[in-house]
């Protein structure tokens, strides 16, 4: 694991269940895109700070794993599965592709395809 990678760090940092190191993962002018959600696109780290304190309230066991990764140039492109228990007990599961870009170390713009996985309860 490098831990210059910036999707290693960001896997590390939600792994860390610290929303202030996920939110130092980004650029100040970091842009976030959802095209199957477009309205929840944004700008800024201190938003990323702002989901992520919200995603730990809902998940505090959060766990992030990366499945694949590609380079192209200067896209880094990554599939992504995030497990963890909501309040109720239930087992919650995202996966999909990011398509990101950095600059200077930091995650600068996102395309996020991670969508909710019907999880079987007797699994």
Same mark, same amino acid.
């Given at each position: 694991?490098?831990?210059?990678?910036?999707?290693?760090?960001?896997?590390?940092?939600?792994?860390?269940?610290?929303?202030?190191?996920?939110?130092?993962?980004?650029?100040?002018?970091?842009?976030?895109?959802?095209?199957?959600?477009?309205?929840?696109?944004?700008?800024?780290? $201190?938003?990323? %700070?702002?989901?992520?304190?919200?995603?730990? &309230?809902?998940?505090? @066991?959060?766990?992030?794993? /990366?499945? =694949?990764?590609?380079?192209? $140039?200067?896209? %880094?492109?990554?599939?992504?599965?995030?497990? &963890?228990t909501t309040p @109720?007990?239930?087992?919650? /599961?995202? =996966?999909?592709?990011?398509?990101?870009?950095?600059?200077?170390?930091?995650?600068?713009?996102?395309?996020?395809?991670?969508?909710?996985?019907?999880?079987?309860?007797?699994?």
């Amino acid at each position: 694991m490098n831990t210059n990678d910036p999707i290693d760090r960001l896997k590390n940092a939600i792994n860390s269940h610290d929303p202030r190191q996920v939110a130092d993962c980004f650029t100040a002018t970091y842009r976030s895109e959802t095209p199957h959600r477009p309205q929840d696109g944004f700008t800024g780290s $201190g938003r990323v %700070l702002t989901n992520w304190t919200a995603i730990f &309230g809902q998940l505090p @066991d959060i766990q992030a794993e /990366v499945l =694949r990764r590609a380079t192209d $140039g200067a896209e %880094l492109w990554s599939e992504w599965e995030m497990v &963890g228990t909501t309040p @109720d007990g239930a087992k919650a /599961v995202m =996966r999909g592709p990011v398509i990101m870009t950095t600059r200077d170390g930091r995650i600068d713009w996102t395309r996020f395809y991670l969508s909710p996985v019907a999880v079987n309860a007797d699994r």
